[in-house]
């Protein structure tokens, strides 16, 4: 490990195609000893793993492993974004309903972006004009997991990205099946390591 100068071994899926490139240890130390922001992105990585507040609770790690993403997926936000629509836009869906996330899907069935609060807060402080298309200030490609995924991928996930919501994917179509919220997901947690049995269903926690 980077840590502890140990071998490890790791399993790592790809959801898109990729190119691997292999690094030397020998290089890839001298790389982060002298680029810094490397070093820095490893760093808080690492930090990030760290500070899973699961990792020593035996019922919650097996509630993980066992249950996917399935168990506690919700709808959408509705209505979908589109790429085109204007910053105008995007503020009157976030004014009309009341959600802290969009999401951006010019076909109804890919995500082709995310626009949360925050995005559309930062839009408007840089002086965006209200015209501006969605696709500008919107991020693109999201993060994402399928309904089939355990769970404690998910919560990686939320961990590593620092994010709230996660859309979710259908397995075999590779369409949008609902979302998850890192909020819920913690209220299942809690639930399991103190001996009830986990609430499933939109209604379950707000």
Known sequence: GLKDNRPRM??????????VLVVGKKAFGQMATTLSPLREAIEQSLERRDADPWQDQPEAQRYLASETVASILEPLP??????????AEANRAFAANGHEVFYVSDD????DGVVTM???I???AHGLATSTPVKEFMVGSPVFVTSTDPLRVAATVFREHGIKTLPVMDAVSGSAAGCIRARRLMAALIERVSGGEPTNGPGAES
Not at 108 to 111: A, F, K, L, T, V
Request: charged letters at 25%; zero cysteines.
């Open 10 to 19: 790791a399993s790592v899926r790809a959801r898109t195609p990729v190119e």
């Open 78 to 87: 509705s209505p979908f974004l589109k790429t085109v629509e204007t910053l």
């Open 108 to 111: 109804g069935s890919r995500i």
């Open 118 to 120: 925050t995005d559309l």
């Open 122 to 124: 930062k839009a408007q």
